[in-house]
Protein backbone atom coordinates (compact mmCIF):
# COMPACT_ATOMS: atom_id res chain seq x y z
CA UNK A 1 0.00 0.00 0.00
CA UNK A 2 1.40 3.32 -0.71
CA UNK A 3 2.27 5.21 2.57
CA UNK A 4 -0.02 8.26 2.11
CA UNK A 5 -3.25 5.66 1.44
CA UNK A 6 -1.81 3.49 4.38
CA UNK A 7 -1.75 6.50 6.60
CA UNK A 8 -5.16 7.26 5.87
CA UNK A 9 -6.13 3.51 6.16
CA UNK A 10 -4.45 3.76 10.14
CA UNK A 11 -5.55 7.23 10.83
CA UNK A 12 -9.52 5.83 9.75
CA UNK A 13 -9.28 3.10 12.06
CA UNK A 14 -7.87 5.15 14.46
CA UNK A 15 -10.05 8.17 14.01
CA UNK A 16 -12.99 5.05 15.10
CA UNK A 17 -11.53 3.12 17.84
CA UNK A 18 -10.13 6.81 19.67
CA UNK A 19 -13.22 8.23 19.86
CA UNK A 20 -15.30 4.89 21.22
CA UNK A 21 -11.97 2.46 21.50
CA UNK A 22 -14.08 0.06 24.23
CA UNK A 23 -16.80 -0.74 21.37
CA UNK A 24 -15.14 -0.49 18.19
CA UNK A 25 -12.43 -2.95 19.45
CA UNK A 26 -14.98 -5.47 20.56
CA UNK A 27 -15.06 -8.50 18.66
CA UNK A 28 -18.15 -9.96 16.61
CA UNK A 29 -19.35 -13.49 15.96
CA UNK A 30 -17.92 -14.16 12.49
CA UNK A 31 -17.20 -11.19 11.57
CA UNK A 32 -13.63 -9.12 11.07
CA UNK A 33 -13.09 -5.30 11.63
CA UNK A 34 -12.82 -4.24 8.08
CA UNK A 35 -11.04 -0.64 7.38
CA UNK A 36 -13.94 1.76 6.23
CA UNK A 37 -11.92 3.50 4.02
CA UNK A 38 -12.30 0.65 2.07
CA UNK A 39 -15.70 0.10 1.86
CA UNK A 40 -16.02 1.15 -1.58
CA UNK A 41 -14.87 -2.08 -2.28
CA UNK A 42 -18.43 -3.79 -0.84
CA UNK A 43 -20.40 -1.25 -2.30
CA UNK A 44 -19.15 -0.56 -6.08
CA UNK A 45 -20.07 -3.61 -7.63
CA UNK A 46 -23.67 -2.51 -7.05
CA UNK A 47 -25.17 -5.54 -4.62
CA UNK A 48 -28.63 -5.58 -3.28
CA UNK A 49 -28.15 -3.99 0.36
CA UNK A 50 -30.12 -4.58 3.64
CA UNK A 51 -30.40 -1.14 5.69
CA UNK A 52 -31.12 -1.54 9.24
CA UNK A 53 -32.06 2.11 11.27
CA UNK A 54 -33.19 2.38 15.49
CA UNK A 55 -32.04 1.24 18.22
CA UNK A 56 -31.10 -2.54 19.48
CA UNK A 57 -31.34 -1.43 22.60
CA UNK A 58 -34.68 -0.18 23.02
CA UNK A 59 -35.71 -2.65 20.11
CA UNK A 60 -36.83 -0.09 17.80
CA UNK A 61 -34.05 -1.53 15.16
CA UNK A 62 -36.19 -1.99 11.69
CA UNK A 63 -34.62 -3.92 8.32
CA UNK A 64 -35.38 -3.16 4.85
CA UNK A 65 -33.89 -4.06 1.30
CA UNK A 66 -31.95 -1.47 -0.99
CA UNK A 67 -31.12 -1.60 -4.87
CA UNK A 68 -30.47 2.13 -5.43
CA UNK A 69 -26.89 2.98 -3.71
CA UNK A 70 -23.79 4.47 -5.47
CA UNK A 71 -20.59 5.15 -4.03
CA UNK A 72 -19.49 9.01 -3.58
CA UNK A 73 -15.59 9.24 -2.41
CA UNK A 74 -13.46 6.33 -1.58
CA UNK A 75 -12.13 8.21 1.38
CA UNK A 76 -10.91 10.96 3.51
CA UNK A 77 -13.72 10.51 4.16
CA UNK A 78 -15.59 7.62 2.71
CA UNK A 79 -19.15 8.56 1.17
CA UNK A 80 -21.86 6.74 0.55
CA UNK A 81 -25.37 7.65 -1.59
CA UNK A 82 -28.58 5.98 -1.05
CA UNK A 83 -32.07 6.20 -1.95
CA UNK A 84 -34.41 5.77 0.82
CA UNK A 85 -37.35 7.53 0.63
CA UNK A 86 -40.59 8.41 3.14
CA UNK A 87 -42.91 5.18 1.90
CA UNK A 88 -40.42 3.11 4.14
CA UNK A 89 -41.04 3.35 7.55
CA UNK A 90 -37.22 3.48 7.92
CA UNK A 91 -37.27 6.77 6.98
CA UNK A 92 -38.73 8.01 10.14
CA UNK A 93 -35.62 6.11 12.41
CA UNK A 94 -33.22 7.29 9.61
CA UNK A 95 -34.19 10.71 9.85
CA UNK A 96 -34.23 10.95 13.77
CA UNK A 97 -31.21 8.64 14.79
CA UNK A 98 -29.14 9.89 11.74
CA UNK A 99 -27.32 6.39 11.72
CA UNK A 100 -28.12 3.28 9.71
CA UNK A 101 -26.09 -0.30 9.22
CA UNK A 102 -25.53 -1.34 5.80
CA UNK A 103 -25.44 -4.89 5.09
CA UNK A 104 -24.28 -6.90 2.18
CA UNK A 105 -25.98 -10.26 1.66
CA UNK A 106 -24.86 -13.24 0.15
CA UNK A 107 -26.61 -14.86 -2.35
CA UNK A 108 -28.13 -17.59 -0.10
CA UNK A 109 -30.26 -14.55 1.74
CA UNK A 110 -31.58 -13.53 -1.78
CA UNK A 111 -34.94 -14.83 -1.14
CA UNK A 112 -35.84 -13.27 2.42
CA UNK A 113 -34.04 -10.25 1.24
CA UNK A 114 -36.49 -9.86 -1.66
CA UNK A 115 -39.40 -10.59 1.30
CA UNK A 116 -37.79 -8.01 3.44
CA UNK A 117 -38.27 -5.48 0.88
CA UNK A 118 -41.83 -6.55 0.11
CA UNK A 119 -43.25 -5.83 3.95
CA UNK A 120 -42.98 -2.86 6.27
CA UNK A 121 -42.68 -2.07 9.95
CA UNK A 122 -46.02 -0.24 9.25
CA UNK A 123 -47.88 -3.71 8.02
CA UNK A 124 -50.41 -3.76 10.62
CA UNK A 125 -50.05 -7.73 11.37
CA UNK A 126 -45.80 -7.67 11.54
CA UNK A 127 -44.78 -7.12 14.79
CA UNK A 128 -40.56 -7.49 13.97
CA UNK A 129 -39.31 -8.67 10.51
CA UNK A 130 -35.96 -10.05 12.76
CA UNK A 131 -38.32 -11.99 13.87
CA UNK A 132 -40.33 -13.03 11.45
CA UNK A 133 -37.15 -13.72 8.75
CA UNK A 134 -35.06 -15.32 11.69
CA UNK A 135 -32.74 -12.40 11.68
CA UNK A 136 -29.34 -12.11 14.35
CA UNK A 137 -29.27 -8.41 15.43
CA UNK A 138 -26.59 -7.84 17.06
CA UNK A 139 -24.65 -4.41 18.63
CA UNK A 140 -22.79 -2.40 16.40
CA UNK A 141 -19.85 -0.87 17.51
CA UNK A 142 -20.43 2.99 16.33
CA UNK A 143 -24.06 3.31 16.14
CA UNK A 144 -27.42 2.18 17.82
CA UNK A 145 -28.83 0.35 14.24
CA UNK A 146 -28.08 -3.19 14.64
CA UNK A 147 -25.65 -5.32 12.64
CA UNK A 148 -27.24 -8.02 10.75
CA UNK A 149 -25.48 -11.28 12.07
CA UNK A 150 -25.46 -14.83 10.45
CA UNK A 151 -23.16 -16.87 8.41
CA UNK A 152 -25.11 -15.69 5.11
CA UNK A 153 -24.14 -11.95 5.66
CA UNK A 154 -20.68 -10.77 3.61
CA UNK A 155 -20.18 -7.66 5.32
CA UNK A 156 -21.85 -4.93 8.03
CA UNK A 157 -20.66 -1.18 7.22
CA UNK A 158 -22.15 1.37 10.44
CA UNK A 159 -22.79 4.76 8.98
CA UNK A 160 -24.30 7.85 10.13
CA UNK A 161 -25.93 10.67 7.87
CA UNK A 162 -23.17 13.48 6.58
CA UNK A 163 -25.45 15.75 4.27
CA UNK A 164 -28.97 15.64 3.68
CA UNK A 165 -29.28 18.46 1.23
CA UNK A 166 -30.91 15.73 -1.44
CA UNK A 167 -33.51 14.31 1.14
CA UNK A 168 -36.36 16.25 -0.03
CA UNK A 169 -35.59 16.20 -3.68
CA UNK A 170 -34.57 12.75 -4.20
CA UNK A 171 -34.83 10.40 -1.35
CA UNK A 172 -31.33 10.69 -1.30
CA UNK A 173 -29.11 10.13 1.88
CA UNK A 174 -25.17 11.27 1.90
CA UNK A 175 -23.82 8.51 4.36
CA UNK A 176 -20.44 8.14 6.34
CA UNK A 177 -18.95 4.43 6.85
CA UNK A 178 -17.21 4.62 10.93
CA UNK A 179 -16.94 1.01 11.09
CA UNK A 180 -17.12 -1.86 9.06
CA UNK A 181 -17.31 -5.34 9.43
CA UNK A 182 -16.67 -8.40 6.93
CA UNK A 183 -17.27 -12.12 7.57
CA UNK A 184 -13.88 -14.14 7.16
CA UNK A 185 -15.68 -16.72 5.68
CA UNK A 186 -17.78 -15.06 2.66
CA UNK A 187 -15.34 -12.44 1.89
CA UNK A 188 -16.33 -11.54 -2.38
CA UNK A 189 -14.84 -13.73 -4.54
CA UNK A 190 -14.07 -15.57 -1.96
CA UNK A 191 -16.73 -17.55 -1.14
CA UNK A 192 -19.17 -14.68 -0.86
CA UNK A 193 -21.42 -14.24 -4.04
CA UNK A 194 -23.32 -10.69 -4.19
CA UNK A 195 -26.68 -10.57 -5.81
CA UNK A 196 -27.19 -7.02 -7.61
CA UNK A 197 -31.66 -6.23 -8.83
CA UNK A 198 -31.62 -5.49 -12.34
CA UNK A 199 -35.11 -3.79 -11.46
CA UNK A 200 -37.57 -5.98 -12.59
CA UNK A 201 -37.43 -8.89 -9.69
CA UNK A 202 -34.97 -10.59 -11.73
CA UNK A 203 -31.35 -10.57 -10.19
CA UNK A 204 -28.03 -11.41 -11.35
CA UNK A 205 -25.31 -13.41 -9.43
CA UNK A 206 -21.73 -12.96 -9.04
CA UNK A 207 -19.83 -14.80 -11.45
CA UNK A 208 -16.63 -14.83 -13.11
CA UNK A 209 -13.77 -11.68 -12.06
CA UNK A 210 -12.71 -9.96 -14.87
CA UNK A 211 -9.17 -9.18 -13.67
CA UNK A 212 -8.33 -5.65 -15.66
CA UNK A 213 -6.44 -4.00 -12.76
CA UNK A 214 -3.42 -3.58 -15.34
CA UNK A 215 -5.03 -1.33 -17.66
CA UNK A 216 -6.32 1.00 -14.92
CA UNK A 217 -2.88 1.50 -12.24
CA UNK A 218 -3.59 5.07 -11.72
CA UNK A 219 -7.42 4.32 -10.00
CA UNK A 220 -6.21 1.13 -8.45
CA UNK A 221 -5.35 1.59 -5.07
CA UNK A 222 -1.66 0.23 -4.49
CA UNK A 223 -2.46 -2.90 -2.21
CA UNK A 224 -0.04 -4.96 -1.49
CA UNK A 225 -1.66 -7.85 -3.74
CA UNK A 226 -1.58 -4.82 -6.31
CA UNK A 227 2.44 -3.77 -5.65
CA UNK A 228 3.61 -6.42 -8.32
CA UNK A 229 0.88 -6.00 -11.00
CA UNK A 230 1.58 -2.45 -11.44
CA UNK A 231 5.11 -2.42 -11.42
CA UNK A 232 4.38 -5.33 -14.33
CA UNK A 233 2.57 -3.44 -16.16
CA UNK A 234 5.41 -1.00 -17.53
CA UNK A 235 6.31 -3.83 -19.43
CA UNK A 236 2.83 -5.17 -20.78
CA UNK A 237 1.56 -4.44 -24.14
CA UNK A 238 -1.57 -2.22 -24.16
CA UNK A 239 -3.80 -4.23 -25.98
CA UNK A 240 -2.82 -7.56 -23.78
CA UNK A 241 -5.76 -9.43 -22.86
CA UNK A 242 -7.64 -9.68 -20.00
CA UNK A 243 -7.27 -12.26 -17.65
CA UNK A 244 -10.09 -13.94 -15.90
CA UNK A 245 -9.26 -15.02 -12.59
CA UNK A 246 -9.60 -18.79 -11.46
C1 LIG B 1 -34.97 -5.74 -4.50
C2 LIG B 1 -35.55 -4.56 -3.76
C3 LIG B 1 -34.93 -3.33 -3.89
C4 LIG B 1 -35.44 -2.21 -3.21
N1 LIG B 1 -34.79 -1.01 -3.34
C5 LIG B 1 -35.23 0.06 -2.63
C6 LIG B 1 -34.51 1.29 -2.68
O1 LIG B 1 -33.46 1.42 -3.31
N2 LIG B 1 -35.00 2.32 -1.94
C7 LIG B 1 -36.16 2.24 -1.20
O2 LIG B 1 -36.56 3.23 -0.56
N3 LIG B 1 -36.86 1.09 -1.16
C8 LIG B 1 -36.43 0.00 -1.84
N4 LIG B 1 -37.11 -1.19 -1.77
C9 LIG B 1 -38.38 -1.24 -1.05
C10 LIG B 1 -38.25 -1.27 0.49
O3 LIG B 1 -37.40 -2.33 0.89
C11 LIG B 1 -39.67 -1.45 1.05
O4 LIG B 1 -40.37 -0.23 0.84
C12 LIG B 1 -39.72 -1.87 2.51
O5 LIG B 1 -41.04 -2.28 2.78
C13 LIG B 1 -39.36 -0.77 3.49
O6 LIG B 1 -39.46 -1.29 4.80
P1 LIG B 1 -39.92 -0.36 6.02
O7 LIG B 1 -41.23 0.31 5.63
O8 LIG B 1 -40.09 -1.27 7.20
O9 LIG B 1 -38.84 0.68 6.20
C14 LIG B 1 -36.62 -2.33 -2.42
C15 LIG B 1 -37.24 -3.58 -2.31
C16 LIG B 1 -36.71 -4.69 -2.97
C17 LIG B 1 -37.38 -6.03 -2.83
Redesign the pocket.
Known amino acids: MAPKRKAQAEQDETSVSSSKSDASSKKQPGLDSYPPSKVYRLIEPGP ?1 LL ?1 T ?1 GSLADSTH ?8 MVMQHESPPLIG ?4 P ?5 A ?1 LKKNRECVLAVPSVEMAGV ?11 ANLTS ?1 WERFGLDALPGARVKAPLVGGSDIISNIECVVEDTKMVSKY ?1 MWVLRPVKAWINPDKKPGEGGKMFH ?1 RGD ?1 T ?1 VVDGDILNLQDRMPASVPLQPENINNSMHRVFMKIDSSPVIAE
Not at 82 to 85: A, D, V
Open positions: VVTNVMTIGFHITLGWDASFAVVDIGNCSADDKSHGF
